[in-house]
Protein backbone atom coordinates (compact mmCIF):
# COMPACT_ATOMS: atom_id res chain seq x y z
CA UNK A 1 0.00 0.00 0.00
CA UNK A 2 1.02 3.68 -0.67
CA UNK A 3 -0.15 6.64 -0.14
CA UNK A 4 -0.29 10.44 -2.55
CA UNK A 5 -1.04 12.30 0.33
CA UNK A 6 1.56 10.50 3.25
CA UNK A 7 1.78 13.76 5.16
CA UNK A 8 -2.24 13.70 6.16
CA UNK A 9 -0.60 10.42 8.23
CA UNK A 10 -0.01 12.56 10.94
CA UNK A 11 -3.31 13.06 11.46
CA UNK A 12 -3.57 9.47 13.23
CA UNK A 13 -1.63 11.27 15.97
CA UNK A 14 -5.07 12.64 17.47
CA UNK A 15 -6.15 8.76 18.28
CA UNK A 16 -4.43 10.34 21.23
CA UNK A 17 -6.83 12.41 22.12
CA UNK A 18 -9.91 9.47 22.98
CA UNK A 19 -7.40 7.76 24.60
CA UNK A 20 -6.63 10.99 26.96
CA UNK A 21 -9.85 11.25 27.59
CA UNK A 22 -10.51 7.90 28.45
CA UNK A 23 -7.62 7.67 30.91
CA UNK A 24 -8.60 11.07 32.75
CA UNK A 25 -12.05 9.37 33.12
CA UNK A 26 -10.58 6.49 35.27
CA UNK A 27 -9.00 9.12 37.76
CA UNK A 28 -10.19 8.11 41.30
CA UNK A 29 -10.50 11.04 43.89
CA UNK A 30 -10.44 10.64 47.48
CA UNK A 31 -12.82 7.94 48.81
CA UNK A 32 -15.66 9.26 51.61
CA UNK A 33 -17.76 6.86 52.57
CA UNK A 34 -21.51 7.95 53.63
CA UNK A 35 -23.98 5.62 54.81
CA UNK A 36 -27.05 6.44 52.69
CA UNK A 37 -24.89 5.62 49.45
CA UNK A 38 -23.62 2.13 50.58
CA UNK A 39 -26.10 0.21 48.37
CA UNK A 40 -25.04 2.37 45.03
CA UNK A 41 -21.41 1.11 45.80
CA UNK A 42 -22.64 -2.61 46.09
CA UNK A 43 -25.05 -2.02 42.69
CA UNK A 44 -21.68 -0.34 41.06
CA UNK A 45 -19.56 -3.36 42.02
CA UNK A 46 -22.27 -5.77 40.14
CA UNK A 47 -22.06 -4.11 36.96
CA UNK A 48 -18.55 -2.77 37.05
CA UNK A 49 -17.94 -5.68 34.21
CA UNK A 50 -20.19 -3.75 31.75
CA UNK A 51 -19.17 -0.66 32.23
CA UNK A 52 -15.58 -1.03 31.50
CA UNK A 53 -16.21 -3.03 28.55
CA UNK A 54 -18.73 -0.27 27.45
CA UNK A 55 -15.85 2.25 27.67
CA UNK A 56 -13.36 -0.04 25.93
CA UNK A 57 -15.54 -0.30 23.04
CA UNK A 58 -16.06 3.12 23.26
CA UNK A 59 -12.80 3.90 22.73
CA UNK A 60 -12.01 1.13 19.98
CA UNK A 61 -15.03 2.87 18.17
CA UNK A 62 -13.74 7.01 18.55
CA UNK A 63 -10.01 5.21 17.78
CA UNK A 64 -11.16 3.66 14.52
CA UNK A 65 -13.45 6.86 13.51
CA UNK A 66 -9.89 8.65 13.75
CA UNK A 67 -8.03 6.39 12.27
CA UNK A 68 -10.05 6.18 9.32
CA UNK A 69 -10.47 9.56 8.40
CA UNK A 70 -6.39 10.51 8.73
CA UNK A 71 -6.14 7.16 5.95
CA UNK A 72 -8.94 8.76 3.76
CA UNK A 73 -7.73 12.56 3.99
CA UNK A 74 -3.97 9.99 3.08
CA UNK A 75 -5.28 9.17 -0.19
CA UNK A 76 -4.32 5.23 0.41
CA UNK A 77 -3.63 2.94 -3.10
CA UNK A 78 -3.58 -0.21 -3.42
CA UNK A 79 -4.03 -3.11 -5.39
CA UNK A 80 -6.79 -5.88 -3.89
CA UNK A 81 -6.04 -9.28 -4.98
CA UNK A 82 -8.93 -10.68 -7.54
CA UNK A 83 -10.55 -7.14 -7.51
CA UNK A 84 -8.49 -6.23 -10.04
CA UNK A 85 -8.36 -1.72 -10.48
CA UNK A 86 -11.22 0.80 -9.48
CA UNK A 87 -13.20 2.36 -12.63
CA UNK A 88 -10.93 5.11 -14.17
CA UNK A 89 -11.90 7.75 -16.45
CA UNK A 90 -8.22 7.42 -18.69
CA UNK A 91 -6.81 10.21 -21.13
CA UNK A 92 -3.53 9.24 -22.44
CA UNK A 93 -1.88 12.16 -24.26
CA UNK A 94 0.28 10.53 -27.65
CA UNK A 95 2.93 12.66 -28.57
CA UNK A 96 2.92 12.22 -32.19
CA UNK A 97 5.20 15.88 -32.84
CA UNK A 98 7.67 15.16 -35.54
CA UNK A 99 10.93 14.18 -33.84
CA UNK A 100 8.54 11.21 -33.29
CA UNK A 101 9.46 10.11 -36.80
CA UNK A 102 12.71 9.16 -36.35
CA UNK A 103 13.70 5.77 -37.28
CA UNK A 104 15.96 3.53 -34.76
CA UNK A 105 16.79 -0.23 -35.25
CA UNK A 106 13.97 -0.43 -38.44
CA UNK A 107 11.62 0.93 -36.20
CA UNK A 108 10.42 4.47 -35.42
CA UNK A 109 10.20 6.29 -32.14
CA UNK A 110 6.27 6.63 -32.59
CA UNK A 111 5.80 2.97 -33.02
CA UNK A 112 7.01 2.23 -29.93
CA UNK A 113 5.59 4.95 -28.17
CA UNK A 114 1.85 3.36 -30.16
CA UNK A 115 2.80 0.15 -28.60
CA UNK A 116 2.92 1.50 -24.98
CA UNK A 117 -0.80 3.42 -25.36
CA UNK A 118 -2.19 -0.71 -26.40
CA UNK A 119 -0.26 -2.10 -23.65
CA UNK A 120 -2.35 0.73 -21.74
CA UNK A 121 -5.94 0.02 -23.69
CA UNK A 122 -5.29 -3.84 -23.07
CA UNK A 123 -5.55 -3.34 -19.79
CA UNK A 124 -8.94 -1.53 -19.41
CA UNK A 125 -12.37 -3.27 -18.46
CA UNK A 126 -15.78 -2.70 -19.47
CA UNK A 127 -16.47 0.03 -16.89
CA UNK A 128 -13.49 2.49 -18.08
CA UNK A 129 -13.75 5.52 -19.99
CA UNK A 130 -10.44 6.15 -22.23
CA UNK A 131 -9.30 8.86 -24.79
CA UNK A 132 -6.39 9.16 -27.12
CA UNK A 133 -5.35 13.09 -26.91
CA UNK A 134 -2.63 13.89 -29.55
CA UNK A 135 -0.06 16.29 -29.74
CA UNK A 136 -1.91 18.25 -33.05
CA UNK A 137 -4.99 18.64 -30.44
CA UNK A 138 -7.03 15.39 -31.95
CA UNK A 139 -9.40 13.54 -29.40
CA UNK A 140 -10.50 9.66 -30.00
CA UNK A 141 -12.38 8.45 -27.84
CA UNK A 142 -14.97 5.18 -27.49
CA UNK A 143 -14.19 1.75 -26.79
CA UNK A 144 -10.94 -0.29 -26.28
CA UNK A 145 -11.25 -1.97 -29.14
CA UNK A 146 -12.39 1.18 -30.85
CA UNK A 147 -9.23 3.14 -29.84
CA UNK A 148 -6.84 0.23 -30.93
CA UNK A 149 -8.64 0.66 -34.23
CA UNK A 150 -7.77 4.78 -34.37
CA UNK A 151 -4.39 4.06 -33.23
CA UNK A 152 -3.32 2.35 -35.93
CA UNK A 153 -4.65 5.30 -38.31
CA UNK A 154 -2.06 8.10 -36.73
CA UNK A 155 1.10 9.41 -37.39
CA UNK A 156 3.81 11.78 -36.71
CA UNK A 157 3.25 15.06 -37.48
CA UNK A 158 4.72 17.49 -39.84
CA UNK A 159 5.82 20.04 -36.70
CA UNK A 160 5.66 19.96 -32.76
CA UNK A 161 2.00 20.09 -31.96
CA UNK A 162 1.54 21.28 -28.51
CA UNK A 163 1.48 19.14 -25.66
CA UNK A 164 0.65 21.72 -23.04
CA UNK A 165 -2.72 21.64 -24.70
CA UNK A 166 -3.48 18.52 -25.33
CA UNK A 167 -2.64 18.01 -21.34
CA UNK A 168 -4.95 20.85 -20.59
CA UNK A 169 -8.19 18.91 -22.63
CA UNK A 170 -6.70 15.41 -21.50
CA UNK A 171 -7.68 16.96 -17.74
CA UNK A 172 -10.55 18.35 -18.94
CA UNK A 173 -11.44 15.07 -20.74
CA UNK A 174 -10.40 12.55 -17.58
CA UNK A 175 -12.79 15.32 -14.89
CA UNK A 176 -15.59 14.25 -17.24
CA UNK A 177 -15.70 10.49 -16.59
CA UNK A 178 -16.65 10.90 -12.95
CA UNK A 179 -17.60 9.32 -10.77
CA UNK A 180 -14.67 7.30 -12.05
CA UNK A 181 -11.55 8.05 -10.90
CA UNK A 182 -9.78 10.27 -13.42
CA UNK A 183 -6.28 9.71 -14.61
CA UNK A 184 -3.83 11.26 -17.25
CA UNK A 185 -1.20 9.51 -18.76
CA UNK A 186 1.60 10.92 -20.99
CA UNK A 187 4.00 8.90 -22.99
CA UNK A 188 6.83 11.34 -25.32
CA UNK A 189 9.86 10.95 -27.20
CA UNK A 190 11.89 12.69 -24.83
CA UNK A 191 12.84 15.67 -26.59
CA UNK A 192 13.88 18.64 -24.22
CA UNK A 193 11.60 20.43 -26.53
CA UNK A 194 8.32 18.81 -25.81
CA UNK A 195 6.25 21.11 -23.59
CA UNK A 196 8.05 24.27 -25.23
CA UNK A 197 5.73 27.04 -23.85
CA UNK A 198 5.76 29.36 -20.39
CA UNK A 199 2.03 27.61 -19.89
CA UNK A 200 1.57 25.71 -17.30
CA UNK A 201 -1.17 23.26 -17.02
CA UNK A 202 -2.89 22.74 -14.19
CA UNK A 203 -4.02 19.50 -13.20
CA UNK A 204 -5.24 20.16 -9.62
CA UNK A 205 -6.39 16.63 -7.96
CA UNK A 206 -5.72 14.70 -10.92
CA UNK A 207 -3.24 11.87 -11.28
CA UNK A 208 -0.62 12.48 -14.30
CA UNK A 209 1.74 9.31 -14.69
CA UNK A 210 4.46 10.87 -17.20
CA UNK A 211 6.34 8.29 -19.82
CA UNK A 212 9.34 9.83 -21.68
CA UNK A 213 11.12 7.56 -24.00
CA UNK A 214 15.44 7.65 -24.72
CA UNK A 215 16.06 6.62 -27.63
CA UNK A 216 19.99 5.68 -29.09
CA UNK A 217 22.33 8.95 -30.24
CA UNK A 218 20.77 10.50 -33.45
CA UNK A 219 23.51 12.10 -35.94
CA UNK A 220 20.80 14.56 -37.70
CA UNK A 221 21.07 16.42 -40.95
CA UNK A 222 18.24 19.16 -41.77
CA UNK A 223 17.20 21.94 -43.41
CA UNK A 224 16.08 24.47 -40.76
CA UNK A 225 14.89 27.77 -43.32
CA UNK A 226 15.06 28.42 -46.73
CA UNK A 227 13.08 31.69 -48.46
CA UNK A 228 13.12 32.95 -51.74
CA UNK A 229 15.12 36.72 -52.27
CA UNK A 230 12.73 38.22 -53.47
CA UNK A 231 9.20 36.99 -53.70
CA UNK A 232 8.91 38.04 -56.90
CA UNK A 233 11.29 36.89 -59.37
CA UNK A 234 11.21 38.77 -63.11
CA UNK A 235 12.61 35.70 -64.01
CA UNK A 236 15.95 35.28 -61.41
CA UNK A 237 16.27 35.94 -57.78
CA UNK A 238 18.14 33.91 -55.23
CA UNK A 239 17.10 31.68 -52.36
CA UNK A 240 19.14 31.47 -49.30
CA UNK A 241 18.64 28.30 -46.90
CA UNK A 242 20.74 27.14 -43.98
CA UNK A 243 21.54 23.18 -43.18
CA UNK A 244 22.83 21.32 -40.43
CA UNK A 245 24.26 18.53 -40.47
CA UNK A 246 27.01 16.50 -38.18
CA UNK A 247 29.17 15.73 -41.47
CA UNK A 248 29.82 16.58 -45.14
CA UNK A 249 26.26 16.28 -46.89
CA UNK A 250 24.86 17.25 -50.62
CA UNK A 251 22.23 19.72 -50.91
CA UNK A 252 19.72 20.11 -54.10
CA UNK A 253 17.28 22.87 -54.87
CA UNK A 254 14.44 22.18 -56.74
CA UNK A 255 11.96 24.33 -58.56
CA UNK A 256 8.16 22.51 -59.49
CA UNK A 257 10.18 19.09 -59.41
CA UNK A 258 13.02 20.22 -61.35
CA UNK A 259 16.74 19.94 -59.84
CA UNK A 260 18.13 23.37 -60.85
CA UNK A 261 21.44 23.47 -58.55
CA UNK A 262 23.24 20.93 -55.89
CA UNK A 263 26.04 21.06 -53.56
CA UNK A 264 27.78 20.40 -50.65
CA UNK A 265 28.25 21.47 -47.66
CA UNK A 266 30.53 21.02 -44.37
CA UNK A 267 29.59 19.47 -40.88
CA UNK A 268 27.48 22.15 -39.30
CA UNK A 269 25.80 22.08 -35.83
CA UNK A 270 22.18 22.75 -35.18
CA UNK A 271 23.06 25.65 -33.07
CA UNK A 272 25.71 26.72 -36.14
CA UNK A 273 24.04 26.10 -39.51
CA UNK A 274 25.87 26.66 -43.15
CA UNK A 275 23.82 29.42 -44.38
CA UNK A 276 24.20 29.30 -48.39
CA UNK A 277 22.67 32.02 -50.78
CA UNK A 278 22.15 30.67 -54.14
CA UNK A 279 21.30 32.56 -57.38
CA UNK A 280 19.03 30.62 -59.92
CA UNK A 281 16.22 31.43 -62.75
CA UNK A 282 12.89 29.93 -63.59
CA UNK A 283 11.68 28.83 -67.05
CA UNK A 284 8.25 28.12 -65.61
CA UNK A 285 5.69 31.78 -64.62
CA UNK A 286 3.41 32.64 -62.64
CA UNK A 287 3.90 30.57 -58.69
CA UNK A 288 6.73 28.05 -58.41
CA UNK A 289 7.14 25.73 -55.86
CA UNK A 290 10.63 24.97 -54.27
CA UNK A 291 12.07 22.67 -52.38
CA UNK A 292 15.58 22.51 -50.78
CA UNK A 293 16.22 18.90 -50.12
CA UNK A 294 19.07 16.44 -48.47
CA UNK A 295 19.38 12.52 -48.89
CA UNK A 296 17.10 10.85 -46.20
CA UNK A 297 18.31 9.72 -42.32
CA UNK A 298 16.67 8.61 -39.59
CA UNK A 299 14.42 12.06 -39.13
CA UNK A 300 12.87 12.34 -42.90
CA UNK A 301 10.42 15.01 -41.95
CA UNK A 302 13.53 17.89 -42.24
CA UNK A 303 15.59 16.50 -44.70
CA UNK A 304 13.73 18.89 -47.17
CA UNK A 305 12.41 22.74 -46.34
CA UNK A 306 9.83 24.42 -48.84
CA UNK A 307 9.42 27.63 -50.70
CA UNK A 308 7.48 29.89 -52.58
CA UNK A 309 8.30 32.52 -55.77
CA UNK A 310 6.32 34.27 -58.22
CA UNK A 311 7.66 34.88 -61.54
CA UNK A 312 6.45 37.42 -63.13
CA UNK A 313 7.83 40.49 -64.88
CA UNK A 314 7.86 43.66 -62.51
CA UNK A 315 5.24 45.47 -61.47
CA UNK A 316 3.98 48.53 -63.35
CA UNK A 317 4.23 51.82 -61.01
CA UNK A 318 3.45 55.64 -62.24
CA UNK A 319 5.27 57.85 -59.45
CA UNK A 320 3.60 61.75 -58.53
CA UNK A 321 5.50 63.92 -56.80
CA UNK A 322 3.19 64.38 -53.67
CA UNK A 323 4.64 61.14 -52.48
CA UNK A 324 7.70 62.78 -50.91
CA UNK A 325 11.31 62.81 -52.61
CA UNK A 326 12.26 59.53 -50.24
CA UNK A 327 9.49 57.53 -52.00
CA UNK A 328 10.51 58.47 -55.39
CA UNK A 329 14.24 57.93 -54.81
CA UNK A 330 13.24 54.19 -53.85
CA UNK A 331 10.91 53.95 -56.53
CA UNK A 332 13.47 54.81 -58.58
CA UNK A 333 16.17 52.74 -57.26
CA UNK A 334 13.92 49.66 -57.82
CA UNK A 335 13.30 50.53 -61.40
CA UNK A 336 16.78 50.58 -62.02
CA UNK A 337 17.06 47.13 -60.30
CA UNK A 338 14.39 45.95 -62.93
CA UNK A 339 12.19 45.13 -60.23
CA UNK A 340 9.47 47.58 -61.24
CA UNK A 341 8.73 49.39 -64.26
CA UNK A 342 7.53 52.50 -65.07
CA UNK A 343 3.66 52.62 -66.54
CA UNK A 344 1.26 54.69 -67.92
CA UNK A 345 -0.95 56.25 -66.00
CA UNK A 346 -4.61 55.25 -66.45
CA UNK A 347 -2.66 51.44 -68.04
CA UNK A 348 -4.39 48.49 -66.48
CA UNK A 349 -3.62 47.04 -63.08
CA UNK A 350 -0.51 50.27 -63.11
CA UNK A 351 0.13 50.72 -59.03
CA UNK A 352 -0.15 54.69 -58.25
CA UNK A 353 2.03 56.24 -55.81
CA UNK A 354 0.92 59.86 -54.39
CA UNK A 355 0.10 61.86 -51.57
CA UNK A 356 -3.44 61.16 -50.69
CA UNK A 357 -4.08 65.28 -51.52
CA UNK A 358 -3.28 64.38 -55.33
CA UNK A 359 -6.47 64.26 -57.57
CA UNK A 360 -7.78 61.86 -59.80
CA UNK A 361 -5.76 59.03 -58.10
CA UNK A 362 -7.39 55.53 -58.86
CA UNK A 363 -6.74 52.07 -57.20
CA UNK A 364 -4.50 50.47 -57.07
CA UNK A 365 -2.83 52.77 -54.95
CA UNK A 366 -0.44 53.63 -52.66
CA UNK A 367 -1.14 56.79 -50.66
CA UNK A 368 0.84 59.12 -47.92
CA UNK A 369 -0.89 61.83 -45.90
CA UNK A 370 -0.27 65.10 -46.93
CA UNK A 371 2.46 67.30 -45.91
CA UNK A 372 0.16 70.43 -45.76
CA UNK A 373 -2.47 69.89 -42.87
CA UNK A 374 -4.68 72.19 -44.74
CA UNK A 375 -4.87 69.70 -47.38
CA UNK A 376 -6.21 66.90 -45.09
CA UNK A 377 -9.81 68.01 -45.84
CA UNK A 378 -9.04 67.41 -49.64
CA UNK A 379 -7.11 64.27 -48.51
CA UNK A 380 -10.35 62.87 -46.84
CA UNK A 381 -11.95 63.30 -49.67
CA UNK A 382 -10.04 61.27 -51.97
CA UNK A 383 -10.41 58.49 -49.38
CA UNK A 384 -14.35 58.97 -49.97
CA UNK A 385 -14.02 59.06 -53.76
CA UNK A 386 -11.65 55.82 -54.01
CA UNK A 387 -14.07 54.06 -51.45
CA UNK A 388 -11.61 53.49 -48.94
CA UNK A 389 -12.63 53.13 -45.60
CA UNK A 390 -10.27 55.26 -43.63
CA UNK A 391 -9.97 58.61 -42.72
CA UNK A 392 -7.02 61.38 -41.51
CA UNK A 393 -8.06 61.87 -38.11
CA UNK A 394 -6.71 65.58 -36.25
CA UNK A 395 -3.05 66.09 -36.53
CA UNK A 396 -0.47 64.57 -33.59
CA UNK A 397 3.08 65.98 -33.33
CA UNK A 398 4.31 64.20 -30.43
CA UNK A 399 7.49 61.72 -31.14
CA UNK A 400 6.30 57.87 -30.68
CA UNK A 401 7.12 54.77 -32.23
CA UNK A 402 5.28 53.35 -34.57
CA UNK A 403 4.33 48.98 -33.74
CA UNK A 404 4.13 46.30 -36.08
CA UNK A 405 0.35 45.52 -35.76
CA UNK A 406 -0.46 42.38 -33.89
CA UNK A 407 -2.50 39.35 -32.68
CA UNK A 408 -1.93 37.49 -29.69
CA UNK A 409 1.35 38.62 -29.67
CA UNK A 410 2.50 37.38 -33.35
CA UNK A 411 2.50 39.62 -36.19
CA UNK A 412 -0.48 40.05 -38.78
CA UNK A 413 2.09 40.75 -41.14
CA UNK A 414 4.06 38.44 -41.12
CA UNK A 415 6.60 39.18 -44.39
CA UNK A 416 10.28 39.91 -43.15
CA UNK A 417 10.38 43.53 -44.36
CA UNK A 418 7.35 44.76 -43.20
CA UNK A 419 7.84 43.96 -39.69
CA UNK A 420 11.73 45.37 -39.89
CA UNK A 421 10.22 48.73 -41.29
CA UNK A 422 7.77 49.46 -38.90
CA UNK A 423 8.67 48.12 -35.45
CA UNK A 424 10.38 50.54 -33.44
CA UNK A 425 10.24 53.71 -36.44
CA UNK A 426 9.83 57.26 -34.31
CA UNK A 427 6.90 59.08 -35.61
CA UNK A 428 6.96 63.32 -35.12
CA UNK A 429 3.77 64.14 -37.65
CA UNK A 430 1.12 61.88 -37.99
CA UNK A 431 -2.62 61.74 -38.49
CA UNK A 432 -4.32 58.88 -36.50
CA UNK A 433 -5.88 56.75 -39.63
CA UNK A 434 -9.62 56.44 -38.16
CA UNK A 435 -12.18 53.07 -39.91
CA UNK A 436 -15.10 54.38 -41.43
CA UNK A 437 -16.59 52.19 -43.60
CA UNK A 438 -19.80 54.16 -43.71
CA UNK A 439 -18.42 56.96 -45.04
CA UNK A 440 -17.15 55.76 -48.11
CA UNK A 441 -18.80 56.64 -50.88
CA UNK A 442 -21.86 54.36 -52.61
CA UNK A 443 -20.60 51.99 -55.14
CA UNK A 444 -17.12 52.95 -55.12
CA UNK A 445 -16.17 50.51 -52.33
CA UNK A 446 -16.69 47.38 -53.87
CA UNK A 447 -14.94 44.52 -52.87
CA UNK A 448 -13.14 46.45 -50.02
CA UNK A 449 -12.94 44.22 -47.26
CA UNK A 450 -15.35 45.01 -43.95
CA UNK A 451 -12.25 44.44 -41.91
CA UNK A 452 -9.09 45.38 -43.64
CA UNK A 453 -5.57 44.78 -42.56
CA UNK A 454 -3.55 47.42 -40.28
CA UNK A 455 0.12 47.24 -40.91
CA UNK A 456 1.40 49.59 -37.80
CA UNK A 457 0.25 51.33 -34.97
CA UNK A 458 1.61 54.40 -33.38
CA UNK A 459 0.57 56.23 -30.31
CA UNK A 460 -1.80 53.31 -30.04
CA UNK A 461 -3.86 54.59 -33.33
CA UNK A 462 -3.42 52.55 -36.85
CA UNK A 463 -0.88 54.56 -38.75
CA UNK A 464 -0.48 52.20 -41.82
CA UNK A 465 -3.35 50.08 -43.30
CA UNK A 466 -4.00 48.30 -46.33
CA UNK A 467 -7.26 46.90 -48.00
CA UNK A 468 -8.13 45.64 -51.26
CA UNK A 469 -6.30 47.98 -53.43
CA UNK A 470 -4.77 50.55 -51.86
CA UNK A 471 -1.78 50.76 -49.20
CA UNK A 472 -2.47 53.87 -46.71
CA UNK A 473 0.45 55.47 -44.73
CA UNK A 474 -0.69 58.10 -41.64
CA UNK A 475 2.06 60.36 -42.33
CA UNK A 476 3.80 62.41 -44.73
CA UNK A 477 7.43 60.41 -45.96
CA UNK A 478 9.66 63.06 -44.77
CA UNK A 479 12.40 62.75 -42.36
CA UNK A 480 10.42 66.00 -40.31
CA UNK A 481 7.22 63.80 -39.94
CA UNK A 482 8.41 60.49 -39.74
CA UNK A 483 11.96 58.07 -40.20
CA UNK A 484 10.33 55.46 -42.07
CA UNK A 485 11.67 56.45 -45.43
CA UNK A 486 15.47 56.05 -43.80
CA UNK A 487 14.98 52.94 -42.10
CA UNK A 488 17.20 49.66 -44.47
CA UNK A 489 14.02 47.88 -44.49
CA UNK A 490 12.32 50.75 -46.62
CA UNK A 491 12.73 50.24 -50.21
CA UNK A 492 12.12 46.20 -49.91
CA UNK A 493 8.88 46.81 -47.99
CA UNK A 494 7.56 49.56 -51.05
CA UNK A 495 8.51 46.50 -52.94
CA UNK A 496 6.29 44.05 -51.58
CA UNK A 497 3.50 46.51 -51.05
CA UNK A 498 3.73 47.32 -54.56
CA UNK A 499 3.75 43.19 -55.31
CA UNK A 500 2.17 41.30 -53.58
CA UNK A 501 -0.10 43.77 -51.74
CA UNK A 502 -1.08 46.19 -54.94
CA UNK A 503 -0.03 43.84 -57.94
CA UNK A 504 -1.57 40.81 -59.09
CA UNK A 505 1.25 38.38 -56.77
CA UNK A 506 -1.12 38.13 -53.82
CA UNK A 507 -0.29 36.91 -50.36
CA UNK A 508 2.83 34.67 -49.38
CA UNK A 509 2.17 33.26 -45.91
CA UNK A 510 4.71 31.00 -43.54
CA UNK A 511 3.23 28.87 -41.09
CA UNK A 512 3.66 25.63 -39.19
CA UNK A 513 1.44 22.86 -39.31
CA UNK A 514 -1.19 22.92 -37.14
CA UNK A 515 -1.50 26.30 -36.70
CA UNK A 516 -4.72 28.85 -37.31
CA UNK A 517 -4.54 31.23 -39.61
CA UNK A 518 -7.09 34.19 -39.25
CA UNK A 519 -7.64 37.05 -41.75
CA UNK A 520 -7.81 35.29 -44.97
CA UNK A 521 -10.22 36.89 -46.62
CA UNK A 522 -11.80 36.05 -50.16
CA UNK A 523 -9.90 32.59 -49.65
CA UNK A 524 -12.17 29.89 -51.21
CA UNK A 525 -9.91 26.91 -51.08
CA UNK A 526 -6.54 25.67 -50.40
CA UNK A 527 -5.03 23.92 -53.37
CA UNK A 528 -2.71 20.73 -52.17
CA UNK A 529 0.92 20.22 -53.08
CA UNK A 530 -1.76 16.68 -55.34
CA UNK A 531 -3.40 19.74 -56.80
CA UNK A 532 -6.54 18.95 -55.07
CA UNK A 533 -8.86 21.80 -53.98
CA UNK A 534 -9.86 21.69 -50.10
CA UNK A 535 -12.74 24.26 -49.65
CA UNK A 536 -12.87 26.61 -46.72
CA UNK A 537 -15.64 29.21 -46.44
CA UNK A 538 -14.27 30.84 -43.52
CA UNK A 539 -11.29 33.65 -42.87
CA UNK A 540 -10.03 31.25 -39.88
CA UNK A 541 -7.96 28.54 -41.72
CA UNK A 542 -6.08 25.29 -39.96
CA UNK A 543 -2.90 24.70 -41.50
CA UNK A 544 -2.76 20.92 -42.83
CA UNK A 545 -0.04 18.33 -41.38
CA UNK A 546 1.81 17.57 -44.12
CA UNK A 547 4.70 20.06 -45.24
CA UNK A 548 4.69 21.96 -48.25
CA UNK A 549 3.35 24.87 -50.40
CA UNK A 550 -0.63 25.22 -50.76
CA UNK A 551 -2.15 28.45 -53.40
CA UNK A 552 -4.93 30.03 -52.15
CA UNK A 553 -7.81 30.02 -53.96
CA UNK A 554 -10.26 32.23 -54.92
CA UNK A 555 -12.82 29.96 -56.88
CA UNK A 556 -10.33 29.14 -59.99
CA UNK A 557 -8.04 31.91 -59.43
CA UNK A 558 -4.49 31.21 -57.06
CA UNK A 559 -4.33 34.15 -55.36
CA UNK A 560 -1.34 33.59 -52.85
CA UNK A 561 0.39 30.58 -51.40
CA UNK A 562 0.60 29.27 -47.92
CA UNK A 563 4.36 27.86 -47.74
CA UNK A 564 4.18 25.09 -44.70
CA UNK A 565 7.29 23.89 -42.78
CA UNK A 566 8.05 22.28 -39.77
CA UNK A 567 9.75 24.59 -36.75
CA UNK A 568 13.25 24.06 -36.60
CA UNK A 569 13.38 23.34 -33.48
CA UNK A 570 12.09 20.17 -33.94
CA UNK A 571 15.35 19.11 -35.67
CA UNK A 572 16.97 19.42 -32.48
CA UNK A 573 17.13 15.61 -31.08
CA UNK A 574 20.77 16.24 -28.91
CA UNK A 575 18.43 15.82 -25.92
CA UNK A 576 16.97 12.32 -27.28
CA UNK A 577 19.87 10.38 -25.75
CA UNK A 578 19.39 7.15 -23.30
CA UNK A 579 19.98 9.06 -20.45
CA UNK A 580 17.87 11.95 -21.58
CA UNK A 581 14.53 10.39 -20.38
CA UNK A 582 14.60 11.82 -16.69
CA UNK A 583 15.78 15.15 -17.67
CA UNK A 584 12.36 15.32 -19.96
CA UNK A 585 10.30 13.94 -17.12
CA UNK A 586 11.57 16.53 -15.13
CA UNK A 587 11.18 19.13 -17.65
CA UNK A 588 7.74 18.57 -18.18
CA UNK A 589 6.88 18.57 -14.69
CA UNK A 590 7.63 21.93 -14.42
CA UNK A 591 4.70 22.83 -17.05
CA UNK A 592 2.23 20.55 -14.72
CA UNK A 593 1.12 21.78 -11.58
CA UNK A 594 -0.94 19.18 -9.76
CA UNK A 595 -1.10 17.24 -6.78
CA UNK A 596 0.33 13.95 -8.37
CA UNK A 597 2.40 14.57 -11.22
CA UNK A 598 4.48 11.05 -10.95
CA UNK A 599 7.20 10.18 -13.46
CA UNK A 600 7.60 6.57 -14.63
CA UNK A 601 10.91 4.73 -15.46
CA UNK A 602 9.47 1.79 -17.87
CA UNK A 603 6.54 0.82 -19.67
CA UNK A 604 5.80 -1.75 -17.36
CA UNK A 605 6.20 1.36 -14.37
CA UNK A 606 3.77 3.13 -16.12
CA UNK A 607 1.33 0.84 -16.99
CA UNK A 608 1.25 -0.03 -13.39
CA UNK A 609 1.27 3.30 -12.19
CA UNK A 610 -1.77 4.74 -14.19
CA UNK A 611 -4.24 1.88 -12.28
CA UNK A 612 -2.45 2.17 -9.35
CA UNK A 613 -3.15 6.16 -9.00
CA UNK A 614 -7.17 4.55 -9.82
CA UNK A 615 -7.12 2.09 -7.50
CA UNK A 616 -6.12 4.66 -4.51
CA UNK A 617 -9.61 6.40 -5.13
CA UNK A 618 -11.31 3.11 -4.73
CA UNK A 619 -10.52 3.06 -1.18
CA UNK A 620 -11.26 7.03 -0.25
CA UNK A 621 -15.33 6.18 0.10
CA UNK A 622 -15.01 3.31 2.19
CA UNK A 623 -12.33 4.56 4.42
CA UNK A 624 -14.77 7.59 4.78
CA UNK A 625 -17.99 5.47 5.12
CA UNK A 626 -16.16 3.30 7.92
CA UNK A 627 -15.54 6.06 10.17
CA UNK A 628 -18.90 7.63 9.64
CA UNK A 629 -19.91 3.89 10.69
CA UNK A 630 -17.91 4.08 13.83
CA UNK A 631 -19.08 7.56 15.07
CA UNK A 632 -22.76 6.89 14.95
CA UNK A 633 -21.91 3.66 16.71
CA UNK A 634 -19.89 5.33 19.15
CA UNK A 635 -23.28 8.13 19.64
CA UNK A 636 -25.63 5.01 20.29
CA UNK A 637 -23.50 3.21 22.69
CA UNK A 638 -22.98 6.73 24.73
CA UNK A 639 -26.73 7.01 24.78
CA UNK A 640 -27.08 3.16 25.88
Known sequence: MAFLAPLFLTLATLVGVPLLVHLLRRKVGRTVDFPAVRYLTRMEQEHSRDLKLRHVLLLLLRILAVLALAL????????????????????????????????????????????????????????????????????????????????????????????????????????????????????????????????????????????????????????????????????????????????????????????????????????????????????????????????????????????????????????????????????????????????????????????????????????????????????????????????????????????????????LDTTAASVSVFEGTPVRLRYPLVYSPGGAAAGSGAGVPATPDTLATAGGSAWAVAGDGYVLIGSPLEPDATELPLRAAFVPWVLEALSRRLGEDGRLIEAVPGEQLTGLRGVTGLEGPDGNVLGTNSDRVIVPNEAGVYYLRRQAARIGALVVNPEPEESDVVGMGPGAADSAVAAMRTHIAGRDVTPASSVSAWRTLVFDRAAGHGLLLPLVALALAALLAEAWLARH
Not at 86 to 95: E, G, M, Q, T
Not at 114 to 132: E, M
Not at 183 to 209: E, H, K, L, M
Not at 258 to 287: D, E
Open 72 to 411: AAARPIAKLAGLGHAPVSLAIVLDNSMSTGIIGNERSVFDSLRADVRGVLADLSNDDRAWIVTADGRVIGGSAPALLESLNGLAPLGGRGDLAAATRRAVGLARSGSPRAPVVAIVSDGQRNAFATDSVVDAGTVPVVVLAHGTDAVRNRAVLAARAEPARWTPSGTVSFAISAPDSSEWRVLLDGRTVARGAVASAPIGAPVRITQRLASNSTGWVRGKVELDADALRADDARWFAVRVAPPPMVVVRREGGPFLSAALATLVEEKRLERGAEGAARTVTVSGADAAGVRLPVLLTAPLDPVRIGEANRTLTRLGIPWRFGAIARNLVLARAATSDGAP
